[in-house]
């Protein structure tokens, strides 16, 4: 009997939202450049998660880092940080930038599912940021990060909810009325309603501890969290220490 071989696993990314987000890359660290609402969230993410983990000498994963925003802030903040990213222009930008800074990143071209199969358990916390809503499978890449984290680790996201005034405000106002996003920057389909995320942490033996929303605010060009989770929100999740986790 002659067997089928296996299916090659489909790759978990869009060439098109790697060369939208390539695109960038030269302008990626300039706050008032096309990444400018991403500079004024960076304060608010890193304060979420050194809300919820010790910084100080952790192994943090940072999953679809791009330039390396979040990447150097955790890094300044005492981390021991590795970053990938799939977009091989968006991280020569981020290793550029750390030699400029000196600020140490492990910076990688590399899926996290590669990552996962190598480094299974050796991260303190991951973190995940405005990443899932441009990846084919979402599921996925949580799977993987909960495969990376340590028992008791944590697992910190952030995206967008699919909602009326998330394609109001996300897409019609951020894309085409105010211009904060080039045009194409997100598709509402991808956006992800919390229960579906808390879906996808439970399966791959995750718990939800949180869920923020997180609110830019272009008149005074900052963020802040907030009890409205209908547009973006952050989300904190945690691997068991013993029993049903992973």
């Not at 009326?164 to 105010?178: C, H």
């Not at 194409?184 to 919390?194: C, K, L």
């Not at 929303?213 to 068991?240: F, H, I, Q």
């Amino acid at each position: 009997m002659t067997v089928a071989p296996s299916a090659e696993p489909q790759p978990n990314f869009r060439q098109s939202e790697l060369d939208k987000f390539a695109a960038l890359a030269n302008r990626w660290w300039d706050p008032k450049g096309p990444q400018k609402a991403l500079h004024a969230l960076n304060p608010v993410r890193l304060g979420y998660v050194a809300d919820r983990v010790a910084l100080g000498g952790a192994k943090i994963l940072d999953v679809g880092c791009g330039g390396g925003l979040l990447s150097e802030a955790l890094a300044r903040a005492g981390a021991d940080v590795t970053a990938i990213d799939l977009a091989d222009d968006l991280v020569k930008v981020a290793r550029l930038h750390g030699l400029e800074s000196g600020v140490k990143v492990d910076y990688r071209v590399q899926p996290v599912e590669g990552l996962a199969t190598e480094q299974p358990g050796a991260f303190d916390a991951i973190t995940c940021m405005e990443m899932l809503e441009h990846v084919p499978d979402p599921g996925a890449i949580l799977a993987a990060c909960a495969t990376l984290l340590k028992p008791g680790g944590r697992l910190l996201v952030s995206t967008l909810n699919r909602t009326p005034a998330a394609f109001a405000l996300a897409i019609v106002g951020a894309e085409y009325l105010a211009r904060l996003l080039p045009k194409g920057t997100h598709q509402y389909r991808d956006f992800i309603r919390p229960s579906e995320l808390g879906a996808w942490l439970r399966e791959c033996g995750l718990q939800l501890e949180d869920v923020s929303g997180l609110m830019y605010e272009p008149w005074r060009d900052a963020a802040r969290l907030s009890s409205r989770t209908d547009v973006n929100y952050l989300a904190c999740a945690v691997k068991p220490e013993t029993g049903d986790g992973l």
